[in-house]
């Protein structure tokens, strides 16, 4: 496949939260996808609305009317990826989510332009009645995301066919995003499913990780619990979001690589 645009809409997952800095911003996989679809095509242009913490209505109505304006045909793939975060909140209501996914996948779809799709991964290292709780709620959710995607003809890209990426060493500190060296598997599984170059050992799983002290993993836990989880549940006390007041990346196509 060959492509002039990419257009990204989402949450934290497509800004690029938390790999590398450059120029300012996370890097993220999308970034890094389109660097090389860049190399492929010299009219190439990029926007990417995502913005950390949107739930799917947000995404549904403040990015992609905003993004559908720049579809160009099917040399425009438009990546859509939202959802997670619903799905982690307590309150989940998956009669209202699911079916506002659809429609959006629907509505991006009829634009002609190329729709990349993804799941969410179901099984992490994590244990305990919460993890089993999101895993039942994410595979839900990726039957979603799969049956809309075979009515349209859109790609998917799927984290559940590569055990390897329930490796919490892709993880940042957060133990919720994709570190640098997430962000690139990610970037490099995409680039396969496009056809686009990509490196052919993206599948190698991280070689058995070295055992820690009891002592090491409850620091670590505890300074999560500090650092990350006590944050995060007092925003959602408040009512809060991680994204609010913030902008989107690209809010237009713009010429790609950034000089």
């Known amino acids: 496949m060959k492509f002039t645009r990419l257009l990204a809409c989402g949450d934290s997952f ?20 389109a660097d090389v679809m860049a190399s492929e095509s010299v009219d190439f242009t990029y926007a990417n609305f995502a913005i950390r913490g949107k739930l799917v209505g947000q995404v549904v109505n403040e990015q ?14 438009f990546i859509f990826h ?8 307590p309150n989940y209501k998956p009669e209202l989510v699911l079916p506002l996914y659809t429609e959006a996948v629907q509505k991006i779809a009829a634009s002609g332009a190329t729709v990349l799709l993804f799941t969410v991964l179901e099984k992490t290292a994590s244990k305990g009645k919460t993890a089993k709780l999101w895993s039942t709620r ?9 049956a809309i995607a075979k009515e349209v003809g859109a790609l998917v890209a799927d984290a559940n066919e590569d055990g390897f990426l329930s490796d919490r060493r892709f993880l940042a500190k957060d133990r919720l995003h994709l570190n640098p060296a997430g ?13 686009l170059p990509f490196s052919p050992d993206w599948r190698t799983p991280l070689p058995n990780a070295a055992s820690k002290s009891i002592f090491l993993q409850s620091y670590e836990y505890v300074r999560w619990v500090i650092t990350f989880l006590g944050p995060w549940l007092w925003r959602r006390a408040r009512g809060k979001s991680s994204g609010d007041g913030r902008i989107c990346k690209h809010a237009f196509p713009v010429k790609w690589p950034l000089n």
């Open 14 to 33: 497509t800004e690029g939260m938390t790999d590398e800095i450059v120029h300012g911003q996370y890097r993220g996989w999308a970034d890094r996808v």
């Open 64 to 77: 992609i009317p905003k993004a559908l304006a720049y579809v160009t045909g099917s040399e425009t793939l």
């Open 82 to 89: 939202a959802g997670a975060n619903d799905v982690l909140r």
């Open 138 to 146: 994410f595979a839900e959710f990726n039957v979603n995301v799969r």
């Open 183 to 195: 962000h690139d598997r990610v970037a490099q599984g995409v680039l396969q499913k496009l056809g």
